[in-house]
């Protein structure tokens, strides 16, 4: 059984770069054909997918998001970690950490969640 969870500071201020981790239990981040993604969730909105990291540490991030988002990993640590410079008011949201199974948004193990609140 795959599992994920996130972590990283729950507030960052305007301007600051957002840092998240994901550390994956019961599967390697580097088995072929899966893609470790950030999805978020602004509040009241639907859920918006951010990026991923793909088995083989290829990179590939939404368009709207893509010049503040860096996705890297620690194969080591099985961990993922997005990092999203510049934050506003708008990048508030539920950051979730996932794995898909498919590269083309089809996931099947979730993180729980973990709210960032970007104020000052």
């Known amino acids: 059984q795959v599992q994920l969870q996130e972590s990283g500071p729950g507030l960052v201020k305007p301007s600051q770069t957002l840092s998240l981790t994901c550390t994956v239990s019961?599967?390697?981040?580097?088995?072929?054909?899966?893609?470790w993604s950030w999805i978020r969730q602004p509040p009241g909105k639907g859920l918006e997918w951010v990026g991923y990291i793909a088995a083989s540490g290829s990179t590939y991030y939404s368009p709207s998001l893509k010049s503040r988002t860096s996705i890297s990993r620690d194969t080591s640590k099985n961990q993922f970690t997005l990092q999203l410079s510049s934050v506003t008011p708008e990048d508030t949201a539920v950051y979730y950490c996932?794995?898909?199974?498919?590269?083309?948004?089809?996931?099947?193990?979730w993180g729980q969640g973990t709210q960032v609140t970007v104020s000052s």
């Open positions: 019961g599967g390697s981040i580097t088995t072929n054909y899966y893609y």
């Open positions: 996932a794995r898909d199974f498919s590269g083309d948004v089809c996931f099947d193990y």
